[in-house]
């Protein structure tokens, strides 16, 4: 079945550094991939999504790209604030992988905090 | 437009008791979710619908029902809680083969205490 690998944390970064979020998928179809942010006590929001290989989300300076042969979206940003701090989950839709439940499969969560 | 609504918020049950979370969705989607949230867990999908009048059974649907009311509404129901049903739980909506992005549209969550 499908299933989505990410980096566990807690990841703890000082404002402004570099950000990266490994995650890794597997598919047995073409999925959509997706990067969802939870703030404490919400519910998640999607934070960028790309739907074939190559393409790159983007939202709020954080981006990935979809990469098909390395099964990888890892998600970056360039500078991060402490309002970045939140729960990071990586997802995937196979929407015409032939079987299967519908909905999205998600990765565990990586906490991010970010110090002043 | 409020999106997905779930309720409610917060909800502590005692073992055996039963009660039905409510979620409802103003987008016109097609399909619907139930998803708990357990630490160091992600989500787990617990049942979904695809269209009004249809269910199918999720990851993790052992202890748990749901009836697709209309199209708007999906709610999932604990007919005898027991403690290992403590969670998070959250209603989503989508509607990709109807046309629209493939990805999903979450409630605010509700937090269920079962002791």
């Known amino acids: 079945g499908d299933s989505v690998t990410q980096m566990e944390g807690p990841v703890t970064l000082s404002e402004e550094a570099f950000l990266t979020i490994n995650c890794t998928y597997t598919a047995t179809g073409y999925p959509s991939l997706f990067w969802y942010v939870q703030y404490p006590g919400e519910g998640l929001q999607l934070l960028l999504k790309a739907t074939k290989a190559d393409d790159k989300g983007s939202n709020k300076g954080f981006e990935a790209t979809y990469r098909k042969e390395t099964t990888s979206f890892h998600l970056e940003k360039g500078s991060v604030q402490v309002s970045d701090s939140a729960v990071y989950f990586c997802?995937?839709?196979?929407?015409?992988?032939?079987?299967?439940?519908?909905?999205?499969?998600f990765g565990k969560g990586t906490h991010l905090i970010i110090q002043p | 437009n409020a999106g997905v609504t779930q309720t409610p918020k917060f909800q502590v049950l005692k073992t055996g008791q039963s009660m039905t979370l409510q979620c409802a969705q103003d987008?016109?989607?097609?399909?619907m979710y139930w998803y708990r949230q357990d630490p160091g867990m992600g989500l787990r999908l617990i049942y979904y619908s695809a269209s009004e009048g249809t269910t199918d059974k999720g990851e993790v649907p052992n202890g748990y029902n749901v009836s697709r009311l209309n199209k708007r509404e999906f709610s999932l129901r604990l007919e005898s809680a027991a403690p290992s049903q403590t969670s998070v739980y959250f209603c989503?909506?989508?509607?990709?083969?109807?046309?629209?992005?493939?990805?999903?549209?979450f409630g605010q969550g509700t937090r269920l205490t079962v002791v």
């Open positions: 997802a995937l839709r196979d929407l015409y992988s032939g079987g299967g439940a519908d909905g999205l499969t």
């Open positions: 989503a909506s989508s509607d990709p083969l109807g046309g629209g992005s493939p990805e999903a549209f």
């Open positions: 987008m016109n989607h097609n399909s």
